[in-house]
């Protein structure tokens, strides 16, 4: 029997640890040597034992007979369950616990080593991300829109600290940007979700689905559903809502553009995922796909074209990011099992290639190296970091025995599947534009002459860490079976009918 | 052996980081390894033989796990068409490799080189030997990535330029066989090509010709048909001599044999009987006749002496394609497939002759050479061979393999009006092929010296290209081998 602690317990142990991050973390500050040791020791405590936690939900989910598709989780008994804070276990959440939790500890011992010690800042700056985790992970189980909302806000708000962390005048700038965007993006949400109760009495997510289904006068639902596929395609950086990103990406220092890019970003996704599939299914609650489909088309086609134009290599990631975002929806657009499918692989194969890019161009960005003509040559002159770069950029091109290919291949077969060819079609050449400036980075690492010769030293810790995510997507890619399996137990839950 | 196959696409995987060390080390040992691996793959795909000449179904089958959700295990099949052509890549591969070890020498980086070279191998051989689509494209794309950083890091003038272009067309080629081959995953739920091809015929005829043409637009991009030709001139011309030969030897066969099995094999017969299924192939004679005359005529004015080797591939795919649109019939098969081979073999040994030339003299405009046969004989006669093959001269290889496919025309003009001018057309063609072969010798070989002090190349050169010259006369003289092979193969 799974009991309300077993769900919350692993954001509770992150929120915990972040709690106490800072005064353990500071106790140190004075001491001469070990400091590292000891960190990196504190961390993986907190996330053994997140992990533990998850696992022992994993298990406890899975050992019941049939598991349920939607396990109700409440903190009031009947009859005002249904308007209590709800948490929800089922295969999809599970799901993405498991990858937040590890992508977040591959993510946070790179940040561990890429931010300094010393700075002023430090243990603040683990403490926040250690709580981003937590709230993401809630997300992942909020069973109703309103702990959904509160959890996916904390997030955000969370992530604007990351951003600010440089406080300089151009992170300032961007931070600004997106808690704009943001705060416009929540009263569009809670504007929607106002409507929703009013026409259904509740927000629980399966009492809402119900009641909408048999609702006969959908006009005030239609004026919802704008309001919040606004207010989380702006979080989820859609187009023509994706101002933000780039700038916040480019602003925060290279740890958090990883961090926020494979946590953050996929969360979105997630929450897109939740809301569009789960609860306003179509076509029986709310035929949404076409204008989706002209969504994620735009978004695929702006984000490459922007990708193209640009020479600052970190914001050029970033871009990929938004183009990442359209793949992602053609995927919720198809509404089909192999879309789901697609969509969760893309989570984590997503998730790690962006970071790894980060990081990577984190790594050449503190050595002095922004643009794409400072890249010039440095393949020769950091090969290591160089050929993580390369391999990361065949994985966002679709380039086979690399986990994006796979992520691509669902996505547009999944389009192809639901009869939405055109879209496939635009995916696959928007792809190719992509592959073009991706090269076109690579041939500026090893093509292009380096204005020194001189060999750079490689940070030996940090490459370590991206050693991990260059195995990770080349695993991925070669043998998917791994991850679809995990995926595999969501397939048997979908909403909807294939 | 049980695993015979397998064995061919692991024991290159494990050698890349063996032969990368080695060639850390010394600069010869990383290519021996290579030629080692092709000698014990060319065994392994031998110990098939019996089976696809006397088995039940002629051919010979590995299946082993691997994404059970998406339908798609790792099945590695040969039967007489994938051996030929199998066996033929790991010749070339070896050459390749021997020939690299004096051709390469001066160069830098050579452990990359020959690691990558190992990594092409898996994806050339690999294409031809699975019958899972999922499998296939994943070699298919693997081909590309260490072309590029081959043709890019040891090319000549502009090579990053010539390999991005490369790279871009057969990459935006293949994202269109992705699109096939996620159509034909969707209507028939399986991705074996020869249980998709019976599933294909009860399918929507109007999706399953959507599903050819993206398919075949996709793999007419790798085999350089006129007009998506583009990239090859400079891919060709640029790309280190070894590079070139596979290049020009397999990776643009593979581009046909794709059309071969994939499209006409598997996809084609849902619509054979169609209307649109002899349009199709009226399609395919019309690129054909184009890539030839174009090809030939291009390399009749070109006087850069890879990029007349580069346009007359061009040429021979045009045959090839002629040969394709000549499908199911068996002679005009077996002549493309055979001419496959026999182009591999030719074509590689061309290049190899012309990267001899240009390591010697250092130039690459014709005209400015001549008179080279009296230094460098070796380089003369491998030369001269190859490019007599390549004009379809008996006894030498393409011979056989054009007669072939010119029999299986005039059999087809019985069934079909249409093929009657195309196959006159395509005889005029080889008339033109046959003046840029002798245009090509004359100028480099012939007439009086222009250069003092050239010697012929170093051992390993001569070897490599002995090793090919000796093939492209014994399969001239004696192709029942591969065409035995090669007609136990049957289409429909």
Not at chain 1, 26 to 33: E, H
Not at chain 1, 196 to 224: C, P, Q, R, S
Request: one cysteine or more; charged letters at 10%; aromatic letters at 14%.
């Amino acid at each position: 029997m799974i009991e309300i602690l077993d769900t919350a317990l692993p954001t509770i142990v992150f929120i915990l640890f972040s709690l106490l991050t800072i005064p353990v973390v500071k106790t140190i500050r004075k001491r001469k040597s070990g400091k590292t040791a000891f960190k990196v020791g504190w961390f993986s405590v907190a996330f053994i034992i997140a992990t533990i936690s998850v696992v022992n939900l994993a298990s406890k989910y899975y050992a019941q007979p049939s598991p349920q598709p939607f396990l109700n989780i409440t903190l009031t008994a009947e009859p005002l369950a249904m308007f209590s804070s709800t948490f929800l276990v089922d295969a999809v959440s599970i799901y993405m616990a498991i990858i937040f939790t590890i992508v977040g500890a591959v993510v946070f011992m790179y940040s561990l080593f890429y931010v300094d010690s010393d700075e002023k800042l430090s243990e603040r700056y683990y403490s926040i991300m250690l709580i981003i985790i937590g709230c993401v992970i809630g997300t992942a189980f909020a069973g109703d829109l309103l702990t959904l909302f509160i959890f996916w806000e904390a997030t955000a708000a969370g992530s604007s600290f990351l951003m600010l962390y440089r406080k300089t005048p151009k992170s300032l700038h961007a931070t600004l940007k997106y808690l704009v965007m943001i705060i416009i993006a929540s009263a569009f949400i809670v504007y929607g979700l106002s409507i929703v109760y009013a026409l259904t009495g509740t927000l629980n997510f399966w009492a809402v689905k119900n009641a909408l289904m048999a609702l006969g006068d959908k006009h005030l639902l239609e004026i919802a559903f704008i309001f919040i596929a606004a207010g989380y395609s702006i979080e989820a950086a859609v187009v023509p809502f994706h101002m933000w990103l780039p700038d916040a990406y480019t602003a925060a220092p290279a740890s958090s553009s990883a961090f926020l890019s494979a946590l953050v970003d996929q969360g979105s996704y997630y929450v897109l995922l939740r809301v569009l599939i789960y609860i306003l299914t179509p076509p029986t609650v709310m035929p949404w796909t076409f204008m989706f489909a002209v969504l994620s088309a735009l978004t695929m086609v702006v984000g490459n074209l922007l990708a193209l134009t640009e020479r600052n290599v970190k914001r050029l990631i970033a871009y990929v990011c938004i183009a990442d975002v359209g793949y992602n929806l053609v995927a919720i657009t198809s509404v089909t099992p192999l879309g789901i499918m697609g969509n969760l692989y893309f989570f984590l194969a997503g998730g790690i290639t962006t970071a790894l890019s980060f990081m990577t161009v984190g790594i050449f960005n503190s050595m002095g190296f922004k643009t794409l003509d400072d890249f010039s040559g440095i393949g020769r002159k950091m090969p290591l970091t160089s050929l993580a770069l390369t391999l990361a950029a065949f994985s966002f091109a679709g380039v086979p025995a690399f986990a994006g290919f796979i992520a691509k291949y669902l996505v547009f077969t999944s389009a192809i599947e639901a009869n939405l060819s055109w879209l496939a079609i635009i995916g696959v050449l928007t792809s190719v534009v992509q592959a073009a400036y991706l090269l076109r980075l690579i041939n500026y690492m090893y093509a292009k002459k380096p204005q020194e010769e001189a060999k750079i030293k490689e940070p030996k810790k940090l490459l370590a860490i991206i050693l991990i995510l260059v195995a990770a997507i080349i695993v991925l890619g070669v043998y998917p079976t791994i991850l679809l399996n995990l995926i595999d137990p969501v397939i048997q839950q979908l909403p909807f009918v294939p | 052996m049980q695993n015979a196959l397998l064995l061919t696409l692991f024991l290159p995987t494990l050698a890349v980081p063996f032969v990368y060390l080695s060639g850390k080390k010394s600069s010869r040992m990383p290519a021996f390894l290579i030629a080692l691996i092709c000698i014990i793959n060319i065994a392994l795909l031998s110990t098939t033989v019996p089976s696809i000449l006397n088995g039940a179904d002629h051919k010979y089958v590995e299946s082993y796990y691997w994404i059970p959700v998406l339908h798609s295990s790792f099945t590695l099949f040969v039967d007489g068409i994938s051996f030929s052509i199998a066996t033929i890549t790991l010749i070339l591969i070896l050459t390749a490799a021997l020939f690299s070890i004096n051709y390469m020498q001066e160069k830098k980086g050579l452990a990359e080189y020959y690691a990558l070279l190992t990594l092409l191998s898996i994806g050339l051989v690999g294409v031809f030997i699975t019958s899972n689509l999922m499998l296939f494209y994943f070699c298919w794309e693997l081909m590309l990535v260490p072309t590029y950083f081959i043709i890019g890091g040891w090319g000549y003038r502009e090579p990053y330029k010539a390999a991005f272009k490369f790279f871009i067309f057969t990459h935006a080629g293949a994202v269109f066989v992705l699109l096939g081959i996620g159509a034909i995953f969707m209507v028939t739920g399986d991705l074996d090509i020869f249980q998709a091809q019976t599933a294909l015929m009860t399918a929507n005829p109007e999706l399953v010709k959507w599903i050819l043409l993206s398919l075949t637009a996709g793999f007419a991009v790798k085999m350089a048909a006129v007009p998506v030709h583009m990239w090859l001139p400079d891919a060709h011309s640029e790309a280190p001599a070894p590079m070139s030969a596979l290049l020009s030897g397999v990776i643009i066969s593979a581009g046909a044999y794709a059309i071969l099995r994939v499209s006409l094999g598997t996809v084609f017969p849902a619509v054979m009987a169609t209307d649109f299924g002899s349009l199709f192939l009226h399609g395919l004679t019309v690129f054909g006749i184009l890539s030839a005359f174009f090809g030939s005529l291009i390399a009749l004015v070109e006087n850069d002496i890879k990029r007349i080797i580069a346009y007359s591939s061009i040429a021979h795919m045009g045959y090839v394609l002629f040969g394709l649109s000549l499908f199911p019939f068996q002679e005009a098969i077996t002549g493309t497939v055979l001419h496959l081979v026999n182009h591999a073999v030719s074509k590689g040994l061309l290049f190899l002759s012309a990267g001899a030339v240009m390591k010697q003299l250092e130039i690459r405009d014709i005209r400015e050479m001549g008179g080279l046969v009296g230094q460098m004989p070796i380089t003369a006669t491998s030369s001269t061979t190859a490019a007599l093959s390549i004009a379809g001269i008996p006894p030498f290889a393409c011979f056989i393999s054009e007669f072939l496919i010119f029999v299986g025309a005039f059999q087809t003009i019985n069934n079909d009006n249409f093929y009657l001018l195309p196959t006159a057309l395509m005889l005029v063609a080889t008339v033109l092929s046959l003046a840029y072969a002798l245009r090509f010798v004359g100028h480099i070989f012939l007439g009086s010296a222009k250069h003092e002090k050239v010697t012929d190349v170093p051992f390993f050169m001569k070897l490599a290209m002995i090793i090919l010259m000796a093939f492209v006369v014994i399969l001239g003289i004696w192709p029942t081998f591969f065409i035995q092979l090669i007609t136990s193969v049957s289409f429909v």
